[in-house]
């Protein structure tokens, strides 16, 4: 079954504590993005990925680092995180770059930082 | 730059009625437009997609939305609305980069009463 997969889907952790919320897609897409969705924002754009080795900022990147070593997966670290970064994260992907092209997302990671 | 304005936080209908949900962009450039749909504790699913070829999209599950270049709208709209369709629904725009990057509103609550 095609399809973007996240893990853990739930974390709670604290303060400091390093983290990593891994995706996975097995579509062999190209692009790969994080989000954060917050309530009463919508879904903000953190990191996004245009092909392996390839990353670039969203509109929301502080405290967040990703890889993409593997065009496969493209984790979300998070080296120090902080109370503010308490949210809902999605992984999306898309076969191509191209603005009109369909992004495809993951379940969800709800993390909470004490 | 691009963004979107979801015009209403919450829509509530009663099952039967119909169904709009309002949205207004803002682009330098000719967007692509999706509607998304997240369902209580799910990830996101695609609804339809416009990407400059007919102005009126037609989606999964009876909706459908039309774009209107002179009014920069991009109106979901349903004829009769089903429990099923409680959800929170968000408009997004992409193209202002030429890639792949989302613009997300805020999201709409559609509540829909017995």
């Not at chain 2, 304005?5 to 509530?12: A, G, W």
């Not at chain 2, 609804?47 to 002179?70: M, P, Q, R």
């Amino acid at each position: 079954e095609a399809q973007v997969t996240q893990n853990p889907r739930y974390l709670i952790t604290v303060t400091g504590k390093k983290l990593t919320v891994t995706c996975s897609q097995n579509m062999n897409h190209e692009y790969m993005s994080w989000y954060r969705q917050d309530p009463g924002l919508g879904l903000r754009q953190i990191y996004y990925s245009m092909n392996v080795e390839v990353t670039d900022k969203g509109d929301v990147p502080e405290g967040y680092k990703v890889s993409r070593k593997e065009k496969r997966n493209f984790p979300l670290i998070l080296e120090s995180p902080s109370p503010n970064q308490t949210s809902l994260y999605f992984c999306a992907s898309s076969l191509g770059v191209g603005f009109q092209e369909t992004q495809y997302f993951g379940p969800g990671t709800r993390l909470l930082v004490l | 730059a691009q963004s979107v304005t979801q015009l209403d936080s919450h829509v509530s209908v009663s099952e039967g009625t119909p169904v709009l949900l309002r949205c207004n962009y803002s682009s330098s450039y000719s967007p692509s437009l999706f509607w998304y749909v997240q369902h209580p504790n799910k990830g996101l699913q695609l609804l339809l997609k416009y990407t400059s070829a007919a102005t009126l999209v037609k989606g999964i599950n009876g909706f459908e939305a039309e774009f209107k270049k002179s009014e920069t709208s991009f109106h979901l709209t349903k004829p009769s609305a089903h429990m099923s369709d409680a959800a929170e629904y968000f408009c997004v725009v992409s193209g202002a980069s030429g890639y792949s990057t989302l613009t997300f509103g805020k999201g709409t609550m559609l509540l829909v009463s017995p």
